[in-house]
């Protein structure tokens, strides 16, 4: 349960980051809330995740799925540039995430 509210935590922070960019430096209201909002559950989420799991293990896969989330929706909603080496990067940040899972004993 506690890995699943990781990977629940780690796509909040992407609707965290995308909500940050609307907001506009805070000064647009609803893209401001929603950013509150979808932080403060990402962080309530690791929360509970934290009571059962090793805080490096669970940090790095949160802020690494909330990462690599994001440069993905980037690209695909948002137009940002697609490059090759932007995409190998994604990849590794991935293989580094499902490393640490895999190792973390």
């Keep these: 349960m506690a890995w699943i509210?990781?990977?629940l935590a780690g796509g909040l922070e992407?609707?965290?980051?995308?909500c940050?960019?609307?907001a506009d430096?805070?000064?647009r209201f609803w893209p401001s809330v929603g950013a509150m909002a979808f932080g403060g559950?990402?962080?309530?989420?690791?929360?509970?995740?934290?009571?059962?799991?090793?805080?490096g293990t669970a940090y790095?896969?949160?802020t690494g799925l909330g990462a690599a989330?994001?440069?993905t929706v980037g690209i695909i909603a948002l137009g940002e540039p697609s490059s090759a080496g932007r995409v190998?990067?994604?990849?590794?940040?991935?293989f580094g995430i499902v490393g640490l899972k895999l190792y973390e004993h």
């Design 88 to 94: 190998v990067s994604i990849v590794l940040v991935l």
């Design 25 to 27: 430096g805070f000064t």
């Design 14 to 18: 992407v609707g965290f980051a995308l």
């Design 69 to 71: 989330g994001t440069v």
């Design 60 to 62: 790095a896969v949160w």
């Design 20 to 22: 940050l960019k609307g």
């Design 5 to 7: 509210l990781v990977l």
């Design 41 to 55: 559950a990402s962080f309530l989420m690791l929360t509970l995740a934290l009571k059962s799991l090793p805080v």
